[in-house]
């Protein structure tokens, strides 16, 4: 028998007992069972990708000590420009005057 995940969605009790009936297709067997009971959020406690509220607000700062360190200087680049298509004023060499650069 291949394992398989089954999703339901319940209603507790008045006594907070959670009661599933779910067809296994399979007749006479043990099996193991493993049930997971988030909660779920109320309708107006979440927004429209399901992220409670005030979730990035909490997150926000509620790790001071993780912080980017200093990454110092950068270095000063001549453009690819310049390097490939250097910039050719008339009468330098392969500027048209019958010179090869």
């Not at 049930?35 to 309708?43: E, I, T």
């Not at 200087?73 to 009468?91: D, K, M, Q, S």
């Amino acid at each position: 028998m291949l394992s398989k995940i089954i999703e339901a969605n319940g209603h507790t009790t008045a006594a907070g007992m959670l009661n599933l009936s779910l067809n296994e297709g399979v007749s006479d067997a043990a099996v193991a069972v493993l049930v997971r009971v988030p909660p779920l959020a109320a309708a107006g406690e979440v927004d429209a990708d399901g992220w409670p509220h005030d979730s990035f607000e909490c997150v926000a700062g509620s790790m001071p000590e993780l912080s980017r360190p200093p990454q110092g200087h950068f270095e000063e680049r001549v453009p690819l420009a310049e390097v490939f298509y250097p910039i050719r004023t008339p009468g330098s060499p392969g500027c048209g005057n019958g010179t090869r650069a």
